[in-house]
């Protein structure tokens, strides 16, 4: 069989329910996280940020959740749209001076009409 | 809005040439790029950063000789792909970052590269 691994995580959702994407970040050290939407063939797309000082920051239809405890980001869809459809990556800085992103592994979220 | 330009968006080449993808920032100084590459379902593999005027620094495991990131101005970044195979067909990515604005990144749209 194929292995898990070439698989993204997928979220299926019906429409006009909320989403949750979660994200497990790698260094404690990063102090900047942004969640980018990606459509397929397309580059990223920003969505929201937040910063390490803060554990949340809404958006339009948006909020980020921030638990730099144990390393953990989240990505909340209210009344999720067909038009939301997308991969979903979160990015985080960890410092330095050039500011270089590492993204996380992305969530596939499908929206049933 | 910021916004970058990412050239060709798509581009088939045969092996053994080289391909030269570009990426402009079209209303804001990048004082640094980035260039990513992504494989079908995976994420964005940061694969060099370069500031302008300077030499690209590579990730580990990029090879510098394969991948050459030139930064000549602050408006653009080219990344040539030399003697390309078969396994270097990807989706490559740009990204800018204006300085002045601290964490601000904009991405291209993106080239997809087959080589056959």
């Known amino acids: 069989g194929e292995s898990v691994g070439l698989h993204l995580p997928t979220l299926s959702v019906q429409e006009g329910d909320n989403s949750i994407i979660n994200c497990a970040y790698s260094n404690s050290a990063s102090d900047y996280f942004i969640w980018y939407k990606q459509e397929s063939g397309k580059g990223p797309q920003f969505i929201i940020d937040i910063r390490s000082n803060m554990d949340k920051r809404q958006g339009q239809r948006v909020t980020v959740l921030l638990n730099k405890t144990v390393k953990h980001l989240s990505l909340q869809i209210a009344a999720t749209q067909p038009g939301d459809s997308a991969v979903y990556f979160c990015a985080e800085n960890s410092g330095g001076s050039n500011y270089k992103l590492t993204f996380g592994k992305g969530t596939l979220l499908t929206v049933n009409p | 809005g910021a916004v970058v330009s990412q050239h060709p968006s798509r581009v088939i080449c045969k092996s053994g040439t080289s391909v030269k993808i570009e990426c402009r920032s079209l209303d804001f100084q990048a004082t640094t790029m980035f260039w990513y590459r992504q494989f079908p379902k995976k994420s964005l593999m940061l694969m060099a950063t370069s500031n302008e005027g300077s030499k690209a620094t590579y990730e580990q495991g990029v090879e510098k000789d394969k991948f050459l990131i030139n930064h000549a101005s602050l408006t653009l970044s080219t990344l040539t792909v030399t003697s390309a195979h078969p396994e270097d067909s990807s989706f490559y990515i740009c990204?800018?970052?204006?300085?002045?604005?601290?964490?601000?990144?904009?991405f291209g749209s993106g080239t997809r590269l087959t080589v056959v």
């Open positions: 990204s800018a970052r204006e300085g002045s604005v601290g964490y601000g990144y904009t």
